[in-house]
């Protein structure tokens, strides 16, 4: 049996360190907001041979339209973000620039979202994360009857998301990661997959417990992570494999998704033996 319960000064260390970098990144960089939440319009453009991108941004700005991000894409491609605009303004606009800069312009993507629609997002967003918060809680107080257990398995899921939140900040100011509902999907999965890891953990203390009595939690849990680490590992690294792969050779619209879920399943594979058996250890010690 290993005592991983020993260091648990180190893993609140780390944890402390990376959500604390996280948190700063967030108050400092903030994020890059897609327009599924601030609303906008997207237009990838394709055109027939090299345009300049401030001349592009010049163009669009004399059409009094707003310039929110211009980014290069290959083969004389650019993504442009501007303020939302109806379709008959994005005719105009290209039409303009083809005479602009006497060649052809390809739309590779076109699409519009309103700000009422983009704040509508954010609050389901915000409602479905409470949802699931609220509904593992319930279910692991219910599975263990131990609602010690329960509060250690949220304790984690907060530090999970925390994790993610905060470094993809850090992605979204250094490689222009935006935020968006992949991202949003990207971070409830993170949440399932902590509790899942850390249910697994839990069940293998409640099995010594009514194999041998109450006992030593201690001593209990550091027995159950000892039995289940590689375990967790295997399953831990097959995803993490697969999503590396993703990152590597994926397209550009599925990239920082990947990214996103490398993080959370690696905090996630963390957290469950660091965190939250750590915080239902000290919990049921409080409550004797």
């Given at each position: 049996m290993i005592n991983f319960l020993k260091y648990w000064k180190v893993y609140l260390t780390i944890s402390l360190s990376v959500i604390i970098f996280g948190l700063v990144a967030i108050w400092q960089w903030g994020y890059i907001y897609s327009i599924d939440f601030v609303g906008g319009t997207n237009l990838e453009y394709q055109f027939e041979k090299a345009v300049e991108e401030q001349s592009l941004a010049n163009v669009v700005t004399q059409n009094d339209i707003e310039v929110i991000q211009i980014e290069k894409r290959p083969n004389n491609g650019y993504l442009l973000r501007l303020q939302a605009i109806d379709e008959q303004?994005?005719?105009?606009?290209?039409?303009?620039?083809?005479?602009?800069?006497?060649?052809?312009?390809?739309?590779?993507?076109?699409?519009t979202v309103g700000p009422v629609i983009g704040a509508e997002t954010l609050r389901k967003t915000a409602i479905a994360a409470a949802i699931a918060i609220?509904?593992?809680?319930?279910?692991?107080?219910?599975?263990?009857?131990?609602?010690?257990?329960?509060?250690?398995?949220?304790?984690?899921?907060?530090?999970?998301?925390?994790?993610?939140?905060?470094?993809?900040?850090?992605?979204s100011y250094f490689f222009g990661a935006e935020l968006d509902t992949l991202f949003v999907t990207a971070l409830l999965t993170t949440m399932s997959f902590s509790v899942h890891d850390t249910i697994v953990v839990?069940?293998?203390?409640?099995?010594?417990?009514?194999?041998?009595?109450?006992?030593?939690?201690?001593?209990?849990?550091?027995?159950?992570?000892?039995?289940?680490?590689?375990r967790s590992l295997n399953n831990s690294f097959t995803i993490m494999f697969m999503l590396l792969a993703l990152v590597l050779l994926g397209g550009t619209t599925i990239r920082f998704f990947a990214v996103t879920l490398l993080i959370g399943t690696i905090t996630g594979t963390y957290s469950s033996p660091f965190v939250a058996t750590p915080v239902a250890v000290w919990l049921e010690k409080v409550r004797k």
């Open positions: 303004k994005e005719l105009a606009l290209r039409t303009t620039l083809e005479n602009k800069f006497k060649t052809n312009i390809e739309v590779l993507r076109s699409e609220v509904g593992i809680l319930l279910y692991v107080a219910y599975a263990f009857r131990n609602f010690n257990f329960a509060l250690a398995a949220i304790v984690a899921l907060f530090h999970d998301a925390l994790v993610v939140v905060g470094l993809y900040s850090a992605l839990f069940d293998q203390i409640r099995d010594y417990r009514k194999r041998f009595g109450k006992g030593n939690i201690e001593e209990f849990a550091n027995k159950a992570l000892t039995d289940t680490m590689v």
